[in-house]
C-alpha cells in the first residue's frame, strides 16, 4: 500500500482517482482549492484538504509521508479564462507538484496531460497528424497556449526527472466523457463527423472510470518516466475508423492496420508500460439504453 496525494481532487476526474485508489488499497490524501462535495463514504485510508495547489509551501506540508502524487489540478480547458490565468495555472501547478515531490523525495508523479498537446484540439488552424495510429512519439505542434502549457506540463516532469531521479508519467487523454452527455456526443459527430473537437480529437474520447483506473495502474507499475496514451477502446464514430481516416485525412499516412473501430490513437504503450487496456465504451451506454427501455 502506498501513501498517494492527490491534486484537483475534487474535479471530474479527481473524484474517481481517489475512489479508485482507495479502492486498490492505497491511502489517499485528496486536495482541492475548494470542495462542491466531501468524497461519499467513510474511508479511514482518506484525509482531505483545501489548497491552492500552487501554494508550494502548503502543498510541502500535506504531502508529508506520501509516497506518490497524482497531479490533477489545473484549467480543464482554455475558455473562459484568459491565456494568461490558463497557461500560467497549469503549468505553475505542475511546477509545484514536481518541486515538493523533488523536495521531499517522492518517487513517482502521475500527471495529467491532454491530448490536445498534439496542437489540434484548440488551434484556430490545426494541423493534420503526421500518420495513424498517433503514439507517444509524434511530434507536438502546440498552436494555442493550452496545447502549449500541457505540452510544459510533460516536459516539467522529464527535466525533474533527469534532475533528481523521480518517475514523472504522463497520461495524455482526450475528452473524458460524461455518460449523459456521451450518447448526445456521439449523435452529433456521427451527423457531421468534421464538426465540433470531436473531429480535431480524430472522435475520440476516454470515460472516467477507465481514465481513473489508468491512474491507479500508473502509481503501480513498474515503469520508467514516460508518456502514456489512455484512449477509449473505440472511436465515437459507427463507420470503421479507416474508413473515416481515407476520406477526412486522405494524404496522413496509416502506418499500422487500425481495426474496425479502434481509436486512431495507439493503446499499445499504455498496455506495454502500464499493463493497462481501456475497456469501456459508448456501446455499453447504448446497450444499456435498450434495456432500460424494454
Known amino acids: 500500500m502506498k501513501k498517494v496525494l492527490v491534486t484537483g481532487a475534487a474535479g471530474r476526474v479527481g473524484r474517481d482517482v481517489v475512489l479508485g485508489l482507495l479502492q486498490a488499497g492505497h491511502g489517499v490524501v485528496a486536495v482541492d482549492i475548494a470542495w462542491p462535495e466531501r468524497p461519499e463514504g467513510n474511508h479511514s485510508e482518506l484525509v482531505t484538504a483545501t489548497l491552492d495547489v500552487t501554494d508550494r509551501s502548503g502543498l510541502a506540508e500535506v504531502a508529508q509521508g506520501c509516497d506518490a502524487i497524482v497531479h490533477l489540478a489545473g484549467v480543464p480547458r482554455p475558455l473562459p479564462d484568459t491565456p494568461e490565468v490558463s497557461f500560467g495555472t497549469n503549468v505553475m501547478a505542475a511546477f509545484a507538484a514536481y518541486?515538493?515531490?523533488?523536495d521531499l523525495g517522492i518517487a513517482r508523479v502521475v500527471a495529467a496531460s491532454s491530448a490536445s498537446a498534439l496542437g489540434r484540439a484548440w488551434a484556430e488552424r490545426p494541423e493534420e497528424p503526421l500518420y495513424f495510429p498517433i503514439d507517444e512519439a509524434h511530434p507536438l505542434r502546440a498552436a494555442d497556449h493550452y496545447a502549449l502549457a500541457k505540452g510544459t506540463v510533460e516536459r516539467i516532469g522529464q527535466s525533474f526527472s533527469r534532475e533528481t531521479g523521480?518517475?514523472?508519467?504522463?497520461?495524455?487523454?482526450p475528452w473524458v466523457s460524461i455518460d449523459e452527455m456521451l450518447l448526445d456526443r456521439v449523435a452529433l459527430a456521427n451527423a457531421d463527423p468534421t464538426g465540433g473537437v470531436w473531429f480535431r480529437d480524430i472522435w475520440s474520447y476516454v470515460r472516467p472510470d477507465d481514465l481513473a483506473s489508468a491512474f491507479v495502474a500508473a502509481i503501480a507499475a513498474d515503469a520508467a518516466t514516460t508518456t502514456v496514451n489512455i484512449?477509449?477502446?473505440?472511436t465515437l464514430m459507427e463507420a470503421p475508423t479507416e474508413t473515416l481516416l481515407r476520406q477526412y485525412f486522405p494524404?496522413?499516412?496509416?502506418?499500422?492496420p487500425i481495426i474496425g473501430n479502434e481509436p486512431a490513437w495507439?493503446?499499445?504503450?499504455?498496455?506495454n508500460v502500464l499493463g493497462f487496456s481501456p475497456l469501456t465504451s459508448w456501446r455499453d451506454l447504448q446497450t444499456l439504453s435498450v434495456e432500460r427501455v424494454n
Open 231 to 234: 484512449v477509449a477502446p473505440d
Open 251 to 256: 494524404s496522413v499516412e496509416i502506418r499500422e
Open 99 to 102: 518541486q515538493v515531490a523533488a
Open 266 to 271: 495507439s493503446s499499445a504503450h499504455a498496455r
Open 166 to 173: 523521480l518517475t514523472a508519467i504522463a497520461l495524455r487523454f
